[in-house]
């Protein structure tokens, strides 16, 4: 039987058990929360997420765990002990979380089994709309989960609510700047348009591999920190970038409706570059 395990601290517990009392459930909301894509056992982009997993810690003054070494061994080595514990040989959504525990910092993993593929595009386009019923803070907190969980929250109720399966986000000065989870791109007139750094937006690490991906598809890409709900109305296609299930393409955004043509080319060049990437390392060892 697949499934049914979490690690916590190095050790499996079954994932019904209870972990946390009552008046320790305080100490998740302090922590960080950071996902990332597997194949065939091993982080895709080991080092862009492992780096961000740093810096997203830095960002809420949380140590890392003593043994969590600059090259994140020990994140490789609990993946894949929690991979092969759960039977989840081939693809696979695992979610971190660092939060403050009584002697330093916890760790807990938590996976799920997700179709192979090195990023496969979904095969049905989402139905999305844009979020206007509140707008992103400007803190320190912006690149990461901690910066958005609760906006998240109040907009996947919307979402639920208008049958629909994301939203775009606006920042504080009415920008767009990211979806739920996820970040975005859209193409027009072959150029490739992805929220900035100084667009407030949550960052999907596979936004920087997205952008490569697209140049290596002959698209140039535009970081734009003022993305317009009027230039999404404009645009050919659509799709959200998720740091595990890799280029979602939007099908339509209220009642405007989008192609898939490029946002396919640039995913078979994502699709590419993984697979390289992990053969690389595999060849080192």
């Known amino acids: 039987m697949k499934g049914g395990f979490v690690l916590y601290n190095g050790k499996f517990f079954r994932a019904d058990e209870k972990l946390f009392a009552g008046n320790e459930l305080f100490r998740l909301e302090a922590g960080i929360k950071v996902w990332f894509r597997t194949e065939d056992n091993e982080i895709l982009f080991h080092e862009q997420n492992y780096a961000y997993l740093c810096a997203a810690t830095r960002a809420v003054n949380l140590a890392l765990p003593e043994d969590f070494d600059l090259a994140g061994a020990r994140l490789r080595r609990d993946v894949s002990r929690l991979l092969n514990k759960n039977k989840f040989y081939l693809a696979g959504r695992v979610v971190i979380y660092l939060f403050p525990g009584m002697k330093g910092t916890d760790v807990l993993l938590t996976a799920e089994e997700i179709p192979r593929g090195f990023f496969p595009m979904n095969e049905n386009g989402l139905l999305i709309d844009i979020f206007n019923e509140g707008k992103k803070s400007d803190t320190v907190m912006n690149p990461y989960e901690t910066g958005s969980r609760f906006l998240w929250m109040i907009a996947a109720a919307k979402a639920q609510s208008l049958r629909r399966q994301n939203m775009i986000l606006l920042n504080h000065a009415g920008f767009c700047c990211e979806g739920i989870g996820t970040s975005f791109g ?62 979602q393409w939007v099908m339509g955004i209220g009642n405007r409706r989008y192609y898939n043509t490029k946002t396919f080319e640039i995913v078979k060049k994502l699709q590419l570059m993984a697979q390289n990437k992990k053969a690389f390392r595999s060849a080192k060892g």
């Open 186 to 247: 859209f193409i027009r007139e072959n150029v490739l348009y992805v929220p900035s750094e100084k667009s407030e937006g949550y960052k999907v690490v596979l936004t920087e591999m997205v952008s490569e991906a697209a140049r290596q598809a002959g698209f140039m890409t535009v970081e734009n920190d003022r993305i317009t709900t009027a230039e999404l109305e404009k645009a050919e296609e659509v799709f959200l970038i998720d740091n595990a299930l890799g280029i």
